[in-house]
């Protein structure tokens, strides 16, 4: 007992003398917990043993197999794998000094290893029964099972110096203790010494061991048990619930705690007393915890049997809510007065003391109970701002008393408050600014050059300066006036903060949109995330050690002032992320706010709303820098072959290839950026966000080195990139040699091409030269023929394939022809826009077959009836267009029109319940002596005029001349009326089927001539 003790002040001494340089876990509930299951890609859910190679991986041993997890992916192993793993109900793991994952189940000793799963076996017999493994500081593993083994050097032996079977084991420094039935003992220096121990009657299984507080524990199947200096077993009775109870798990941690977990509890001992206890089956509970591990940043994870992994992580914040008697999570604003910290949230007011909520009555007498800002002024009374209305009250002995209700402003949401040097308090609303002096409110709504009345913040900086933040931009009040301030973009933002900076020589502004400013003199300079911070929105801002700290909707994050003050890549470090996949279980409800009391520094801490309570966010305990997660190579695959060596050799046939990387990182690991690049191949950086692996084919031979880079996003700085060297051999027609002779085969070849090649052209240009007369008259002939087929081809894409007549390209393409030759000649041109009525009912009826007969008709009819001067167009669907000159008058045609339709010889004339009609829109070009009159002015004049027939009755006509009091912009101002308003106006004549004409004069009297 004598070495026991030395080695353990030995221990606890290097322990003090070289703290951990990250933060471990100190408590579960002050602890941010994460549970993952089944549903969240664990293969299986009882952990049975944790272990961390040296890559950062987490190795887990389950009831289902062997997996890695890298914080993102869980990679399984189980008999689909390997043979050996058949019966996969896995025990314990460690990692070997060469990085080999030891792992064991109830019937083998497995290995894996560069990707090969291999067992060890003593004698060509299996090692059945292992519980336990450890790897000793001199690289050796002892393994308890049905006998205590020993392998060095990569050699099993038996030890003969412990009898019977091994359950646990415990490296503490350089020894191990070693537990049995009835059996305790310690290894050193290759010697098994027993310990003596006074043991009780009847069997007692030693399943776990523990040294805490320099005595060592022992977990048995009948309860937890401290080793006496004479031997005696000492029945511990931390919690009478312990004694007797069956100890699944002892772990001491880096902070000391010694946790003890039995089927009903998980207890945290501090100091010999019981700091926690968790029961089972309670809220975000570790359930039949069975194995323990703390990884290399400090994270204490648990292993249950029943419910997956659990990862404890405690950093420089911390969430105070509704389990410390906050009577609503969901907090607005934070405010210290006299050293004491109050919140508003959904239900009042609550004053954080003893580190517990006390809500502060009467808050059922606020004009709103939700509070969203507060303000402590110089004669000590509090002005509660509200979701509805603003109170001026004292708050004694935990109780509201309201001085002043303010019922002009019961209306209006009350966002900041703020008092100046002459006792005036300055309140921000929704309803614009108010002041309040002289025992008098003044609204400065729309007054004094202040624009907006969305009024999000107020301040008063050290030179009694009013400065008033606005939805729309950032004023001050200079001479009695309200100026905007700032450049053009700050003068259009949304102000959610104002300050002064720590030398008060610059206005620190935040926005809702455009990340943050720092004003001075008028001149802004910008930190958005185009510049490289994190996110858009800057709710609260607090200067903190060397830094800021910017609090908004997506979390926290601090920039140091030396990046305020260069023009450098900006260096912000995100200290609380709620955004991305992890956000809602590894994080807390951060931060929202309201007004000017989004946030408070008040006893070393920095205190923010969210919406499960406050955090509080300790600036001592605050890094300024990420630990930058390392990028790991996981292999590249090529023709189902792994290739994992830093160096690969790959055959001259693995030209595609996939090549996996990872990051094992176990906070924000969804949160994770990659980039790579192919040296040799990629010109440039290829970021992702999610996958994590890289795709190349076809590619050609040589040498390649593989980069690949990690960050958080949100941060800028990447890691050092990992780099994977890889050859790719070459084809044998590849080779060098093999070009060379190529190229000279090549040459030689050229040239006695070329001189075969001068002489036979010397022969066929004698035969060339009788060949050409021949050819030319070939060749006219030819041309001809094309200029024929080209004709051919350029009438058939100006025609409808339907109906054979005229489409819109060839409108289009001919139209200003068409115009200048009827110019020449000098008559107008009449511009008729037919269109078939109910045509949709047609093709519903009878069948879109029977709509393309009536189409084809309906383009005979009107061809028979134009002139050859004339020009008719499917204008669409079942519009027609006709160009004709104005000779005959826009009724003789139409009527002519309407009677052929009438007496015509439809198809399916008799299997159709109503008779082809049409509606026509009438309209001269020009319809004014204008210079700005064109023809899409006439066309749009022709569809209005078919609009009003179409919707006054269909089968009838309309011509729609524009007046001598038409205004000369008619021709740009007409699309903007509707065809009733131009109706309304003065400025057309009206001509047209009687009974379109009345129907028209019913909604517009007086407009038909």
Known sequence: MSKLFVHSIVFLFILLICPPSLAGVTSFDQSIRRNWATEDGLPQISITDIAQDHQGFLWLTTEGGLVRFDGVNFLAFDGDDTPLLSSPLLRSVIIEADNSVLFASSIKLMRFKEQQFSELKWQDKSIEGVNDLVLTTENEVLIAADQLYLMKDGMLSKSEQFSGEAKTLLIYGDQVFIGGVNQLARYQHGNVVPIKVNWPAGSLTVSEIAVYQQQIFIGTNRGLYKLGESGELLLQQFDPQIAGAEVLKLYVDQWQNFWISTYDFL???????????????????????????????????????????????????????????????????????????????????AEFRDHRFVQIKNSELLPNRVVYTLFFDRQ?????????????????????????????????????????????????????????????????ADKAGLKSRKIRFVYIDSHDQLWVGSEQGLYKLVDAEFVLVGDEQLKRAHITYIAESADKAKIVVGTFQSGFALLQENKVDWFDPERGVPTKSALYIQPIKAALLVANTDGIYILPEADLETNAELSPHIILLDKGGSARVDSYRCCNGAGNAKGAFWRGHVWLPTLSG????????????????????????????????????????ARDWRIDFTAPIFYRAQSLSFRYQLLGYDTKWQEVDSRRQAFYTNLPPGRYEFLVQCRYQGENQWSQPLRIVIELEAYWYESLWVKFIAIIFTLISAYAVYLLRVKQLANAKARLEAMIEARTIELERSNQQLAELNSKLEQASHTD??????????????????????????????????????????NDNYGHLVGDEI?????????????????????????????????????????????????????????????????????????????????????TLADKALYLVKTHGKAGWLQMTPKDSAPNELAAIMSTYTELELVKTDWFKLEGSPEILRAIDIHCPNSAE
Not at 627 to 645: A, E, M, N, Q, T
Not at 812 to 838: A, F, K
Not at 896 to 903: F, H, Q, S, T
């Open 380 to 444: 000590k009374r509090w002005w509660i701002g509200t979701r509805g209305g603003l109170v001026l009250a004292t708050v004694e002995n935990d109780t509201i008393s309201i001085v002043n209700d303010f019922p002009g402003l019961a209306h209006t949401q009350i966002n900041g408050i703020v008092e100046d040097n002459k006792n005036n308090v300055w309140i921000a609303s929704y309803d614009g600014l108010y002041r309040f002096a002289n025992g008098k409110l003044e609204s400065f």
């Open 614 to 653: 406050v955090v509080a966010v300790d600036t001592e305990a605050l890094s300024l820098q990420s630990r930058l997660p390392k990028p790991v190579f996981d292999g590249l695959y090529s023709d189902k072959v792994r290739y994992s060596d830093q160096s690969n050799y790959l055959p001259a046939n």
């Open 267 to 349: 207890y945290r001992i501090n100091q010999n007393q019981v700091a926690e206890k968790i029961a089972r089956h309670s809220e975000n509970s570790a359930d039949w915890v069975v194995s323990a591990f703390e990884d290399e940043d400090g994270y204490l994870w648990f292993g249950s049997k029943s419910n997956g992994l659990t990862r404890l992580r405690q950093d420089a914040t911390r969430n105070y809510g509704t389990e410390l008697g906050l009577v609503d999570p969901f907090v607005w604003t934070v405010a210290v007065a006299e050293d004491r910290l109050y919140v508003g949230h959904n239900q009042g007011l």
């Open 801 to 842: 394939t339907l109906t054979s007549l005229h489409n819109r390209r060839y409108l289009n393409n001919w139209l200003d022809l068409i115009s200048q030759q009827n110019t020449q000649n000098l008559p107008m041109l009449q511009i008729i826009l037919i269109d078939l009525d109910n045509f949709k009912q047609i």
């Open 855 to 939: 189409l084809v008709a309906m383009a005979k009819l009107l061809q028979q009836e134009i002139r050859n001067t004339d020009h008719v167009v499917r204008w669409g669907g079942e519009e027609f267009l006709v160009i004709q000159e104005n000779s005959l008058s826009a009724r003789e045609f139409v009527t002519r029109l309407e009677r052929k339709i009438a007496v015509y010889p439809w198809p399916h004339q008799a299997q159709m319940k109503n008779a082809v009609r049409c509606s026509m829109g009438v309209v001269q070009h020009p319809a004014l002596n204008l210079d700005n009159w064109n023809w899409d002015a006439t066309l």
